[in-house]
């Protein structure tokens, strides 16, 4: 009887075993960071052979994401994604690109002097990269992870509505990064389709046509990288009119999502 027992059990381990396996090793793991900078945006995207990084938050924040690097070991960047030149998306662009090998470069087609570009023009140069300046749709392919890099398709008052906005689809989950779009720009992609993960755009403050565009784009998720005072009570009440269970680096401090390509894990530091 103890040999039936012990043989019953041994094959159930083995069986448990084999289909945790299977689960888990179906994909390897595609991971969003949303690092806490203050009202900025900073977000870094990896797999085991890709990196990507879309803004670099605000001067000294370049420090934060070369430490996020070095602790993951990666050693380059194959995409640099700048959404729109303002200090607080810009501003930590030439400490990445003078202290990591950055292959890739895309950025908005339009001009803005500040100290800031002005190091960002600078490092480029040091570099010798030529960024791309993205005035049609781009697609690439990285380790199974494809992004969507859509172009404004107009002109604005507000050079917050040239932000480059990000779509990465990863199997069955999806991203989408909003940059600072404002109502003109939303307008734009309002038919972007369906997405799993939500960055809301413009720093969660309040934009006249957002419950539309959650109406359409249906996120599970939303991460805000904003501050408490720009966070404002009009987004709140929309994400939770929306059933959408939201993440704010003010609150939650960094955020990591991470997406098996079922499903999109999160996890935060507060």
């Not at 924040?61 to 070991?73: A, P």
Request: charged residues 30%; proline residues 2%; aromatic residues 10%.
């Amino acid at each position: 009887m103890k040999k039936i027992i012990s043989f019953i059990i041994s094959v159930f381990v083995a069986v448990s075993q084999f289909g945790c396996e299977k689960k888990s090793d179906k994909y390897p793991n595609f991971t969003v960071e949303f690092l806490d900078v203050g009202k900025a945006d900073c977000m870094v995207m990896y797999t085991e052979n890709s990196t990507v990084i879309i803004d670099c938050g605000e001067k000294g924040d370049g420090k934060k994401i070369l430490e996020l690097l070095e602790e993951k070991g990666i050693e380059s960047v194959d995409y640099l994604i700048i959404t729109h030149y303002d200090k607080d998306h810009v501003g930590g662009t030439a400490k990445v690109i003078n202290n990591i090998e950055v292959k890739n470069v895309l950025a908005p087609d339009y001009e803005e002097k500040s100290d800031e570009t002005e190091k960002y023009i600078k490092a480029l140069d040091s570099k010798n990269i030529t960024p791309v300046r993205v005035t049609e749709d781009i697609s690439f392919t990285l380790d199974n992870v494809r992004y969507t890099v859509y172009a404004p398709k107009g002109t604005y008052d507000n050079d917050n509505d040239f932000s480059l906005v990000t779509k990465a689809v990863y199997h069955d989950t999806s991203f989408l990064f909003t940059g600072d779009a404002m109502y003109k720009r939303l307008d734009e992609i309002m038919d972007i389709g369906k997405c799993t993960l939500l960055k809301v755009p413009y720093h969660a403050r309040k934009i006249e046509n957002l419950g539309k565009f959650l109406n359409n784009v249906k996120p599970q998720y939303a991460v805000a990288c904003t501050s408490e005072k720009e966070f404002s009570e009009d987004t709140k009440n929309l994400l939770e009119k929306f059933n959408i269970r939201y993440y704010a680096t003010c609150f939650n401090g960094n955020i990591k999502a991470v997406s098996d390509g079922n499903k999109i894990d999160i996890s935060s530091e507060k």
